[in-house]
């Protein structure tokens, strides 16, 4: 079997040299690039497994190369920063990254991580997350159909990344109950997800952008205080 391949950027010499060498010792084919012009040429050459994508580029930011790489697929992505600040975590959750992480980090966490991303990428089907999912759901003037992986309102198709959509599914299949959000966390991201519990919130806060009414008052996806969320019927 060939080893996984993994793209790292990072503007960085000495960080790219390290983990090469750590990522190689773990059995991980490394390709690395030192700004983001660089990454989306690699990216689209080499087709990786998965992504170590630094917030702070030259001639490119990684926010922007992780939307070019949402545009042509779902190949994980873990957006690394230096900075800690929530909105840096916030903006690269919007865009499509699968998991976030600050530096300095511990070796082991990180690659825990890469392999708790790439278990849960590719493949999953909504009767891996949730058993209760049919082909169609219909609640609350949305429709969601898991074979054609297609949400609508009011007629409208609307854009749904992945965990997006397994989120929205699981809400919708069991509409009038309450989620705790360790269970909607343990079934979209996985029971051994390292990251952050906002990821959560701002997967919500982006279903709500698209499904409600008015995203600031929702009555759809409600919040539960000290519980987690429902979706009303």
Partial sequence: MSDTVVLVVDDEPAF??????ALSKEGFEVHLAEDGEQAVELFDKI?????LLDVMLPRMSG?????????VGETPVIMVSARSEEIDAVVALEVGADDYITKPYRLRELIARIRTVLRRGG?????????LAVSTLAVGGIELDSDRHEVRRE??????PLKEFQLLS??????GFVMTRQDLINRV??????GDTKTLDVHIKRLRSKIEADPAHPELIVTIRGLGYKFTR
């Avoid at 087709?47 to 992504?51: G, K, S």
């Avoid at 493949?123 to 058993?131: E, F, H, K, L, S």
């Avoid at 991201?189 to 390292?194: C, I, L, Q, V």
Wanted: proline share 4%; glycine share 8%.
């Fill in 170 to 175: 699981i809400l919708m299949a069991n509409a």
């Fill in 16 to 21: 790219r040299e390290g983990l090469r060498q």
């Fill in 63 to 71: 926010i922007d190369v992780c939307r070019h790489i949402r545009s």
């Fill in 47 to 51: 087709h990786p497994e998965i992504v």
């Fill in 123 to 131: 493949g999953v089907t909504m009767t891996d997350v949730d058993p």
């Fill in 155 to 160: 007629g409208q198709t609307l854009e749904m």
């Fill in 189 to 194: 991201w996985g029971y051994d997800y390292y």
